[in-house]
């Protein structure tokens, strides 16, 4: 896009060629995907794959939101070893105490679970052409990414045959329905070639079959993996089958062809094809509790097959058109919500993604691609997270590996958390329902953890969880305090609930609340039998961690473990306040919300240290990692939006210096983050920054450095899909900040609060704010061209671009125009501004 054409924002993402899309919304490559990383993903939340185009094919590395390890009884398992909880908690409150930091850390120890269950790999569906003959596709490979239409397109031509004129052109064309629960895959050549289908899984086969134009297979999955961390001698081990917790995953795909097929021991050979269309179904017997998918009800693996059967025969019974049509309608009501347009050099012809991105690492400017990066977040959140499936893990839907990094599970100490940031801010609210589903199931088992483990009331949630809703703290006797014993993810997950609720109206807010509060009450009740008093009658959190940190005990060696971190008590009044604020709307009157409104007061306050920064610790003490990537202590300013640190200016400062004295580099989640605390401090500058660390190209090993790969991928490194997210959420933080402070109060906007210098011109459509209201946005030489704002109900708004706040009346579903009221000039044909 050049960037005359920036801020014009047309009904759908489409460019001025063709009708090609625009290059926000698409990702171009050029040459076959080497690894993973370089795969194009797709998906519906609950099927997913990663396209690794090639010279002469494509590999569909298929995923499906069912299939992980373990079982319904792998929580039960996990609780099994800490069966002297209450007293391990007691030594450990004892000796932090007297000061005895690691008589404390050996107690905490003795909480420790076995790891989580992982999420698993289902089979690579591998769809190879050639000519007759068994000769190789070769030439250029060119891959696409069409964000609009959710479609991955590989396009290359035939050895001796290339270019499209000598009809050797091969185009591969996939995408995923979620109405119909489907993948297909389409291969058009230009000349009659040879199609070979294999379809083969990463664990145990127990079925595979080919009957006339049905392919299917089945594959009995583990009982236990082990994190690739841990080191156990015997990682992966599956059930006996003849068992009956054991459970099974399987695929089916629909061939339809004008080729011969002809049966392969892997597959099937389709001769002189020219036309292909391949429809898949995948599934898992006894799926996880919280998902809907297609296994629920089948126990066998001839159960799943004839379910997956059904399955693709319904969607080719209906016609793929059809299919086709219903998929767009689907996902582009979501994907189109929200446009940005950013100005940007114009693309040149050939140029690929990893070009724009190498081109900004090496200094030139192209805001259009944080667009297109805003835009690719909001893609990937669709494609992993919808209902009827289980929240996107740490690599969303898309995973090839047995023992995936950290298990590609739910790390409930931030990450988790961040793949939801962009979910209400960006109008994809219907993405965040498989999260408040899986809250249930967390909540469930958290209740008999609080019970065995700690001796306590509620619920409690520690930092790893997975599909069954593990819920006690991980380590197996082994794990450092700093990760596996913080029980304060409850907390923290509750305010998505209140989220949600915050950004709705009516009898949908009541309805959200109503549902959030059993959850509520549940964490409260923990944290009440958490919150103890010292000798002094203080009240604190004992044990305490800084997710992931340490700090320099008095021995010189690093600790984890002490009392009432910033993090948790940041934590702990955001739940207080929260369900006070529940209690309200819903007329509830129940002690509780009393009790721990005041046992949260009586917490230590936000202090400054030493050093000028926001205090990490109870107590002034040496930072074992002064550059470490978690910044829980700043949890209080994003995204709780706690009103000590917004309006108390010198913790503002102290917030600014702890950002400047951690320094920016660290991994692309952590970067993410500290995007969205610049911008909550309005630091434009330092944003800037942030945005071009997140979009340079991921670097090789392991380190804490983050980037992208060339498929767009947020690096940690491994890639993660927080970073993804939590950039979306980052630049909308960047346009646009809200506060709803209740019923009948207004609704507090700060328009492009946090403008990067470089974005000096552009526009952005449907950002939503708390208190239901959309806001249109377009602006031109860092100023305000033009708000259009559209309040669901009447609402009275409060809104400011600079200097002091102009309230509006924003009535239902009518666009009120701010721009004027707040000095910038009134876009044509808009209504002015009704303000007082």
Known sequence: MSEEQAGELPGGPTGARDGEPAAEHVLRLRGPARTWEESLPVGNGLLGAGCAGRAGGEL???????????????????????????????????????????????????????????????????????????????????????????????????????????????????????????????????????????????????????????????WLLPADVAPAHAGAPDPVRYPDPAQPEARWTGCAVHVSTDGRPEPTPDGVLLRGARTTTLVVATASTQPPPSSSGDGTGTRTPAELTARLTARVRAARARGLDAVRRDQLADHRDLYRRVELRLPGAPVPAGGTLPDRVAACAAGREDPALAALAFHHGRYLLIASSRPGGLPATLQGIWNRQLQPPWSSNYTLNINLQMAYWPVHTTALPECAEPLHDFLDVLAAQGTRTAAAVYGARGWVAHHNSDAWGHSAAVGDGGGDAAWANWPMAG?????????????????????????????????????????????????????????????????????????????????????????????????????????????????????????????????????????????????????????????????????????????????????????????????PEHAAELVRMLLRPAAGGAGHRGGVYPNLWSAHPPFQLDGNLGFTAGVAELLLQSRWEGPGAPVHLDLLPALPAAWHRGAVRGLRARGGVAVDLTWRDGRLVSASLRAQQDTDVLVRRTGAPVLLRCPAGEPVEAAGALGGPLAAGSPGASHT
Not at 83 to 93: F, I, N, T
Not at 157 to 164: E, S, V
Not at 539 to 565: F, I, K, M, Q, R
């Open 60 to 218: 569909l590395s298929l995923n499906d939101t069912t299939a992980w390890s373990g079982g319904p009884w792998s929580p039960a398992r996990a609780e099994a070893r800490t069966v002297d909880g209450p007293a391990a908690l007691a030594d450990a409150r004892r000796a932090l105490a007297s000061g005895a930091v690691r008589d404390a850390e050996r107690h905490l120890l003795r909480l420790q679970s076995p790891w989580t269950q992982a999420f698993q790999p289902l089979a690579d569906l591998d769809v190879a052409v050639g000519l007759p003959g068994g000769e190789a596709g070769d030439g250029d490979v060119e891959r696409v990414l069409d964000l609009d239409s959710a479609t991955a397109t590989t396009r290359y031509a035939l050895r001796g045959l290339a270019g499209p004129g000598a009809g050797g052109a091969v185009e591969h064309r996939t995408w995923v329905s979620h109405p119909d629960h489907v993948l297909v895959h389409e291969v058009r050549a230009g000349v009659p070639a040879d199609v070979r289908l294999r379809l083969a899984g990463p664990h145990p086969a127990a079925t595979s079959d080919l009957t006339g134009a049905l392919l299917t297979a089945t």
């Open 491 to 683: 907390p923290w997950l509750c305010t998505h609930l209140l989220e949600a609720a915050r950004f709705s109206t009516g009898e949908q807010r009541l309805l959200l609340l109503r549902r959030a509060w059993p959850l509520l009450r549940g964490a409260a009740s923990f944290c009440l039998d958490w919150i103890v008093r010292d000798g002094a009658g203080r009240a604190l959190t004992s044990p305490s961690t800084s997710p992931e940190n340490h700090y320099v005990a008095a021995d010189g060696a690093p600790a984890a473990a002490t009392t009432s971190t910033t993090a948790d008590v940041a934590l702990l009044h955001a739940l207080a306040a929260g369900c006070a604020e529940a209690a309200a709307a819903l007329g509830r009157d129940e002690p509780w919300v009393g009790e721990l409104l005041a046992a949260t007061a009586a917490l230590p306050p936000h202090r400054v240290d030493a050093q000028g920064r926001l205090a990490e610790w109870a107590e002034d003490v040496a930072d074992a990692e002064p550059h470490h990537r978690h910044v829980s202590h700043l949890v209080g300013l994003f995204p709780l939006d706690a009103a000590q640190l917004r309006d108390h200016a010198q913790l503002r400062a102290a917030v600014a210096r702890t950002l400047d004295l951690r320094g920016a580099e660290s991994t692309g989640w952590s970067l993410a983050w500290k995007l969205a605390l610049r911008a909550r401090l309005r630091q």
